[in-house]
């Protein structure tokens, strides 16, 4: 799904391989002395360590670098961005260089509008596309391996409830690497609006990925969930944005519990937590309106010039309580937007 957003700025970031507890993680750090602030509150629980415009209106080789909807750290620790445009990059995990790009189609040759992406454990390629919806497996290559099962009431209508382009956005594979979960933008025809469902797989023996269950999730009013990240022990970070014309972005980030929510599977309508149905409960880490802006400078009006629009978000590091989380947003190929990646410190309890 492609809102809007602001601005330009130099390199002012690097990227270094870190683990600690995730496989070939990487994070973003400051370069040079220019940089060698300490990271600034967004919130209590959130700081902003810095931001990067490097890729922004760039090319690799002649595939425009941009219109990222989604992260993800390959299994060699380079940092993967997903095109909605129907292109995979592999960018270099110190500079932000594209090494390589694969172009991505369904399995008779149809463009996706590709917008979730995870890495499995032999290094498949997961990729929610929203158009059906659709999760597919593809290899290194970019050859389909196949698809995902998805539940009739999640396909866009007429097929489903779904409304075009708010289907699945985004996509994680949870700690462990058993389930997998996909987050629908916006809520179907019939349910509560904005209250969204995240649909699950899980893997049973081998590697292929069964139906799981499903949970009933509340978005803030005016906003769709954009991207989720998988924590151990179920709980998640969520990624909510919005858009309003003259105004600009809203991007707010939650700390999710599934553990205690109800599978919605069988729930034929949703209207929240008055009919009995236990919602996924959440707890808001920051809104990013009030992280500092760093210098950045916006193409069009922004309640906090270092907005745009975010869609993509990964963690990349674990260190005790604290995880770097990697965001970049999508420009859409839009002269008034940026593609910017933005790292924050997130601790958690």
Known sequence: MRPTSPSTTRLRTVLAAATAGLAAAVCLTAAGPANAQAPRACSPTVSLADYSDA????????TFVGNFSALATDTDGSLLALSDRSALFALDARTLRP???????????AALDAEGLAVDRDGTRLIASETEPSVRRYDRT???????PVPDALRVAPAGRATANQTFEGLTLLPGGRTLLATMEEALAGDTTDVVRFQTWRRHGGRDFLL??????????????????????GRLLVLERGFTAGVGNTVRLYLADTRRADDTSGVAVLTGDDDGVRLVRKTLLADLVNCPSLGATAKQPQPNPLLDNIEGMTVTGRHGGRLDVLLVSDDNQNAVQTT??????VHLR
């Open 142 to 148: 970019g050859r389909p391996l196949g698809d995902l």
């Open 55 to 62: 890729l922004d209106k760039t090319t690799y080789g002649d």
């Open 340 to 345: 910017r990646f933005y790292t924050l410190r």
């Open 212 to 233: 799981g269950v499903q949970y009933g999730y509340r978005a803030d009013t005016g906003l769709g969930v954009v991207e989720a990240a998988g924590l151990p022990g």
């Open 99 to 109: 090494r390589a790009v694969v172009p991505l189609a369904t399995d008779t040759g």
